[in-house]
């Protein structure tokens, strides 16, 4: 019996299932068939699924007809075509890894056997956002330059990403006074006092800043935390 391919890796963020299509063939002389067991290293309860149109692509009906744990009868030079799947739960930490072990064992004769090995690693992303200001002693009538960083110290991509910021009932915005990397965008609403810094995907790794301006308003209490 042999299982191809013998070894496989995929990169996978949490909360998303991870596909490996496999064959396993009888190299024997006779009929045989093959019970099928795996393993997960980090215990993520692995299912097996026939790959009946042989595509490498897990369908909705060949979901639907269940997991499988043997292969029929196979003639000499027979192969089956299976999809091992497996879930990376929310939250795995960025850079761990799961290896997956299928084994397909000759009912026929039990000591003959063929495994795969299939690694997943995980890559997430972590954003963190951080804000400073120029001037922790303004006086009213003055301008306070704001920054906003943010950092992926993750290894995937984030996406989607934006910051909302709501700004202190003591400030004023500045009108146009937003200073964004190329490609993102930042806006003022001034019913809900609320900035929106729209950034879309950040990189494993990757950051930017952006800037904007707000005066103290007039008869700020001396003494006042803005």
């Given at each position: 019996?042999?299982?191809?391919?013998?070894t496989?890796?995929?990169?996978?963020?949490?909360?998303?299932?991870?596909?490996?299509?496999?064959?396993?063939?009888?190299?024997?002389?006779?009929?045989?068939?093959?019970?099928?067991?795996?393993t997960?290293?980090?215990?993520?309860?692995?299912q097996?699924?026939?790959?009946?149109?042989?595509?490498?692509?897990?369908?909705?009906?060949?979901?639907?007809?269940?997991?499988?744990?043997?292969?029929?009868?196979?003639?000499?030079?027979?192969?089956?075509?299976?999809?091992?799947?497996?879930?990376?739960?929310?939250?795995?930490?960025?850079?761990?890894?799961d290896?997956?072990?299928?084994?397909?064992?000759?009912t026929f004769?039990?000591?003959?056997?063929?495994?795969?090995?299939?690694v997943?690693?995980?890559?997430?992303?972590v954003?963190?956002l951080?804000?400073?200001?120029?001037?922790?002693?303004?006086?009213?009538?003055?301008?306070?330059?704001?920054?906003?960083?943010?950092?992926?110290?993750?290894?995937?991509?984030?996406?989607?990403?934006?910051?909302?910021?709501?700004?202190?009932?003591?400030?004023?915005?500045?009108?146009?006074?937003?200073?964004?990397?190329?490609?993102q965008?930042?806006?003022?609403?001034?019913?809900?006092?609320?900035?929106?810094w729209?950034?879309?995907?950040?990189?494993?790794?990757?950051?930017?800043?952006?800037?904007?301006?707000?005066?103290?308003?007039?008869?700020?209490?001396?003494?006042?935390?803005?």
């Amino acid at each position: 019996v042999t299982l191809s391919p013998s070894t496989n890796s995929k990169i996978s963020s949490d909360s998303s299932f991870v596909y490996y299509p496999f064959i396993v063939t009888n190299t024997g002389n006779g009929i045989d068939s093959f019970s099928l067991a795996r393993t997960s290293s980090r215990n993520w309860s692995p299912q097996l699924y026939r790959d009946l149109n042989r595509n490498g692509i897990l369908e909705a009906n060949e979901i639907s007809n269940g997991i499988v744990n043997s292969t029929s009868s196979l003639s000499v030079d027979s192969s089956y075509y299976f999809i091992a799947r497996i879930f990376v739960p929310y939250n795995t930490t960025s850079n761990s890894r799961d290896s997956l072990i299928v084994t397909a064992t000759s009912t026929f004769n039990n000591i003959l056997n063929a495994s795969g090995t299939y690694v997943t690693t995980i890559s997430t992303a972590v954003v963190t956002l951080s804000k400073l200001q120029s001037n922790s002693n303004r006086a009213p009538g003055q301008t306070v330059t704001y920054t906003l960083t943010y950092q992926n110290t993750g290894t995937g991509n984030a996406r989607n990403v934006s910051v909302t910021d709501v700004l202190n009932a003591n400030l004023s915005f500045v009108q146009n006074s937003f200073v964004v990397p190329n490609g993102q965008s930042a806006s003022y609403d001034s019913l809900s006092r609320t900035i929106t810094w729209t950034i879309g995907s950040v990189v494993g790794s990757g950051n930017g800043t952006m800037t904007f301006d707000a005066k103290v308003i007039s008869g700020v209490l001396l003494g006042t935390n803005i």
